[in-house]
């Protein structure tokens, strides 16, 4: 018989870091009662965190990477010279209950060259 607990997570951390091209994510839980999956949520500037993705979850002590390469084409074209971006992880239980993390800060600056290919294929989406 199947019991639904409420989504409860215990992080042992949670960063993000940028190598110039992507930002990077990664997070470990050491508790993980109830969870279906994790969403990874961003916001930069004075925007709302929204969804960026879904990741479920594989149970405690188990070490979680994404990679977020949009985000160098996201918000207006003046904040892709270097931005700052924060994320934070929603935890989804199996009930539909949530939990949110705290969330971490990454200033994402990308080279001039990576910048003008980025603003030309922009325009042509």
């Not at 149970?59 to 904040?79: I, N, P, T």
Request: charge should be neutral; charged fraction near 25%.
């Amino acid at each position: 018989m199947y019991t639904a607990y409420a989504a409860e997570t215990a992080l042992e951390y949670l960063t993000a870091k940028s190598d110039g091209k992507v930002i990077i994510i990664e997070w470990r839980a050491s508790a993980e009662k109830g969870i279906h999956h994790y969403e990874v949520e961003r916001a930069s500037g004075d925007q709302l965190y929204r969804n960026i993705a879904t990741i479920d979850a594989r149970g405690q002590m188990y070490s979680y990477r994404f990679v977020d390469e949009d985000a160098l084409m996201k918000g207006d074209k003046q904040q892709i010279v270097g931005n700052v971006y924060s994320y934070r992880l929603r935890a989804i239980g199996y009930d539909n209950s949530s939990s949110v993390s705290n969330s971490v800060s990454v200033a994402h600056s990308i080279s001039g060259i990576r910048r003008t290919w980025g603003m030309i294929k922009e325009m042509f989406r």
